[in-house]
């Protein structure tokens, strides 16, 4: 029917005696701008849909109504047409219509599209551009496997860290990290982690039995393959005991002066057992002193560096020790120290 009445009005025109418009610039053929001529949409995460945006668009002048067929999307997968005010309406000479779009990329990826509108002879009116990108969190870990080899039963592990890093384009939400079986962690991933940046999860091994066990660590989060997992494994084994061994026990500083100090003598206590030493305390006697860089636990294999000097105060035989507490079966250790006192006038120095 609109289609017939399009007709008789351009027959009426047609037949009617010719006479210069009011307007010179006025055209026959009805036409019509989209205003703008393109949409940039922000960025939107994947599976989300963008806030609309509108497209206005304004007959121009012409003797004849403009009457718009339809307005259609090039891609209509990622973009959408929310609200159509214009299809199936005729426009007059400075009346406008609306037409609202939005964007919901269905992948991490950029999207640009046409919309067209066509009239009733389906002809193009006129076109315009929408373009936006998708954006949405990947996760990268920087393993997928932990192996704590041997750990004594009872005896909580040093802890192997894990990165959890966003590769995506948006920021990455952790909503929860959870452990299983005998592993536990620690993590700082509260806050959102933009892209390109990371955050990271401390796990720890505290076997409850002998034999093998294993685990995992779950990360939940709003990337599309999440929850993602850490898969943990250990072996429990007997309790062991630590064993220190020295590089020495005995230290003679030979002849020094009264009031004044020697040089450090070094001594090298390693942990030789199979379990962390517990070192309490380390101390020395008489007119010697030490300093040490021995931790509060010394793993096994692992060693330290007690370093002992002589000040004697008066002259003669001067002895000491240093004595080192730990958890060894064999504590307390001792260091012999001995030294000789010389006043500065004796000839001779023995």
Do not use: W
Not at 3 to 27: D, E, G, R, T
Not at 32 to 49: K, N, R, S, W
Not at 73 to 97: H, K
């Amino acid at each position: 029917m609109r289609f017939l009445i399009f007709i008789a009005i351009v027959i009426v025109a047609l037949a009617a005696p010719y006479a210069a418009p009011q307007n010179a610039s006025a055209q026959l053929i009805p036409a019509a701008v989209i205003t703008p001529d393109d949409i940039e949409f922000e960025d939107t995460l994947v599976g989300q849909t963008s806030a609309q945006q509108i497209f206005t668009v304004t007959k121009t002048r012409s003797i004849l109504p403009l009457y718009i067929f339809s307005a259609s999307l090039a891609d209509s997968v990622n973009f959408a047409i929310a609200s159509d005010g214009c299809s199936g309406r005729t426009l007059e000479d400075g009346q406008s219509c609306e037409i609202a779009v939005n964007f919901s990329p269905g992948q991490a990826a950029r999207f640009v599209t046409t919309m067209t509108l066509i009239d009733l002879g389906r002809n193009i009116i006129d076109t315009a551009g929408l373009s936006g990108r998708g954006v949405a969190p990947a996760v990268t870990l920087s393993t997928t496997n932990v192996d704590f080899g041997d750990q004594t039963v009872n005896m909580p592990s040093s802890s192997h860290e894990v990165l959890i890093v966003n590769t995506g384009t948006a920021d990455l939400n952790v909503s929860s990290i959870t452990s299983t079986g005998d592993f536990g962690q620690t993590n700082d991933c509260g806050d959102p982690v933009v892209p390109n940046d990371l955050c990271k999860t401390e796990i720890t091994f505290t076997p409850s039995a002998l034999g093998a066990a294993t685990g995992t660590v779950t990360i939940t989060d709003d990337a599309s393959d999440s929850p993602q997992t850490v898969a943990l494994q250990g072996i429990g084994i007997p309790p062991g005991n630590p064993d220190v061994s020295l590089s020495t026990h005995v230290l003679d500083f030979g002849s020094m002066l009264v009031g004044s100090a020697s040089d450090h003598e070094t001594i090298v206590l390693v942990n030789v057992g199979t379990v962390n030493l517990n070192v309490a305390n380390i101390v020395a006697s008489g007119d010697f002193s030490q300093t040490n860089d021995c931790p509060a636990i010394v793993a096994p294999d692992a060693n330290c560096s007690i370093n002992a000097v002589f000040e004697p105060t008066t002259t003669g035989v001067l002895e000491g020790a240093i004595t080192i507490t730990d958890d060894a079966t064999d504590s307390p250790q001792t260091v012999s120290l001995s030294g000789r006192g010389v006043s500065p006038d004796t000839p001779h120095m023995e």
